[in-house]
């Protein structure tokens, strides 16, 4: 069973940019389309974005242009770059390793899910 774990969130102004990490164990991400979600409160999970295992990623329209996802599959680690952030854009962020074929934005289809890491944009 794969284990993810977040880090890099933190507190930064609109406009400014952060990145997010999740390194994985008990297991190889090289294999696996990777994902981030985010939680924000009171709301449900929602996707944000995929690295598939063929070297291309997607976006959701809310992030599309500013967030980019890369992947070091030697390091087994997955990255969130985020620029231009925007207040809406607080949240806690998850990694998680796609394991059904269903829809790619829908978390049920995904495991490995870590603690988070709190992201805040001031205003």
Same mark, same amino acid.
């Given at each position: 069973? =794969?284990? %993810? $774990?977040? #880090?890099?969130?933190?507190?930064v102004q609109a406009g400014g940019s952060? &990145?997010?990490?999740? $390194?994985?164990?008990?297991? +190889? @991400?090289?294999?696996?389309? !990777? ?9 449900? &999970?929602?996707? $944000? *974005? @995929?690295?598939? +295992? ?10 599309? *242009?500013?967030?980019? @996802? #890369?992947?070091? /599959?030697?390091? /087994?680690?997955?990255? %969130?770059? !985020? ?8 949240? =806690?962020?998850?990694?998680? &390793? ?8 829908? #978390? ?5 899910? *870590?603690?988070? +890491?709190? =992201? +805040? =944009?001031?205003?």
């Open positions: 069973q =794969v284990q %993810l $774990v977040e #880090s890099g969130g933190g507190l952060l &990145r997010l990490s999740c $390194v994985a164990s008990g297991g +190889t @991400i090289s294999s696996s389309a !990777m994902a981030w979600f985010r939680q924000a409160p009171g709301k449900e &999970r929602d996707f $944000v *974005g @995929i690295s598939w +295992t063929f070297g291309s990623e997607l976006y959701a329209s809310a992030v599309e *242009g500013r967030f980019t @996802i #890369s992947r070091d /599959n030697a390091r /087994n680690t997955l990255y %969130l770059q !985020m620029d231009s952030l925007k207040p809406e854009d607080t949240a =806690v962020y998850y990694c998680a &390793r796609r394991t059904r074929s269903g829809g790619y934005s829908d #978390s049920s289809q995904y495991d490995g899910w *870590g603690q988070g +890491t709190q =992201v +805040t =944009v001031s205003s």
